[in-house]
């Protein structure tokens, strides 16, 4: 059985306590670390865990001698955990976004190749059962070349959503809506797509005013063959609806799933091809459901490998590093007004978190600051897709 410290008590903590003491025994949480140990003991207490609260990670480490250690404190925080996590000799599993900067992954990426560790980036879609069949779908290459991908994030929060002290500054939160928010479309949009040369995008702040950061973005990105994507980000959308949307030479899929197939007539207009229709409702559904969804998903692939001895993961540590490249290549082309072409080189302004603070535009400044909320539930998107 392994031993997991969660370094964080946010509201996040308890899907992290689900995932690991669901894994039919392979896993045990024994320590859980937060600056308030209230919130700690709260989330024991309701958990029913044989685990002990601890203020400082260093002496949960120490103390608990864990064998993975999940790390999901706020993001500006992730870097200086995990490279001790991972310098003491511990498997790492850390939330999105993986941190801040293209540095930070680099560096953490770095540590977990010399010490010989799995380091695990969240993105549990990827663990969902419409979006893993989807993948194998686009691979099996039935829709034909991938022409166009239509990614709609939208999310609805609150002016009060920025109260909590460490979001809504690019120092402390490196991000809004694109990062925090879409950063689960993005990391899907380039695993199904692969990774594209160019972005152009523009960024706003249409109703957050205790924010200096975006509550919208749109992107547009350009691949090696020709092919496009485009991206819109929000905080504004009432609703949550959201959608990812592949269209190819054959079909298109849509998440949530929908396919539609057409042959053109004559004269050029649409005739729905039923015959592939039915071909890919019967693919879709030959493709086994998965064991363990979501963050279970992220643990359950993470303790395989650990198991076989192995350090690759379905998201390691350069999958959650290109997820954060693409956010930084929005990023520079809004503040820059530029196409950009990837990939960002360490000398980019926006390989650094100095950099990125130093180029971004403060749409309002941060008036209202709280340490936590007395209630802070996380209310799911409308399309059960993702959640934050």
């Given amino acids: 059985m392994y031993k997991v410290v969660l370094v964080g008590a946010g509201s996040i903590c308890r899907t992290h306590v689900d995932a690991f003491e669901g894994q039919n025994g392979r896993a045990k949480v024994v320590g859980i670390v937060s600056l308030d140990l209230s919130l700690a003991d709260k989330v024991i207490e309701e958990k029913g865990l044989d685990a002990r609260s601890y203020e400082d990670y260093k002496e949960a480490i120490e103390k608990e001698n864990p064998d993975i250690v999940s790390v999901i404190t706020p993001p500006g925080a992730h870097k200086e955990v995990v490279l001790y996590a991972l310098n003491a000799g511990k498997h790492v599993v850390v939330e999105k976004p993986m941190a801040p900067s293209l540095k930070d992954c680099d560096e953490m990426i770095e540590c977990a190749k010399k010490n010989g560790k799995v380091l695990s980036a969240v993105a549990q879609s990827r663990f969902i059962n419409a979006n893993y069949k989807t993948k194998k779908l686009l691979d099996s290459g039935i829709c ?77 990105f350009g691949y090696e063959d020709g092919s496009m994507s485009q991206m819109t980000s929000t905080l504004v959308c009432h609703g949550q609806k959201q959608e990812l949307l592949m269209v190819g030479e054959k079909a298109s899929i849509a998440v949530p799933t929908e396919f539609q197939a057409d042959v053109p007539l004559e004269n050029g207009f649409p005739e729905q091809n039923t015959e592939l229709l039915q071909q890919l409702q019967e693919a879709y559904d030959a ?54 072409t990837l990939p960002l080189a360490p000398d980019d302004p926006f390989y650094t978190k100095e950099g990125l603070v130093a180029s971004m ?16 539930d996380i209310v799911l998107a409308s399309s059960n897709m993702v959640k934050k």
């Avoid at 809504?168 to 490196?174: L, M, V």
């Avoid at 797509?193 to 706003?204: D, N």
């Avoid at 535009?361 to 802070?376: L, R």
Wanted: contains cysteine; proline residues 2%; charged residues 20%.
């Fill in 287 to 340: 493709i086994p459901d998965l064991e363990y969804q979501e963050h279970a998903g992220v643990v359950n692939d993470m303790l395989n490998a650990i198991d076989e001895g192995r350090t690759d993961v379905l998201l390691d540590g350069v999958q959650g590093r290109r997820t954060l490249e693409l956010v930084m290549a929005i990023y520079k082309s809004a503040a820059t007004g530029q196409t950009v």
């Fill in 361 to 376: 535009p403060h749409f309002h400044e941060k008036t209202v600051s709280v340490d936590k909320f007395e209630k802070d």
């Fill in 144 to 220: 034909g070349k991938l022409l166009f991908t239509q990614v709609n994030s939208f999310w609805y929060r609150g002016n009060s959503y920025y109260s909590l002290a460490w979001r809504g500054t690019w120092a402390s939160e490196g991000g809004g809506c694109t990062l925090i928010h879409a950063i689960h479309h993005v990391d899907l949009l380039h695993w199904f797509t692969g990774m594209p040369k160019t972005v152009t995008a523009v960024i706003g702040n249409l109703a957050h005013d205790n924010s200096e950061e975006e509550d919208i973005s749109m992107a547009i």
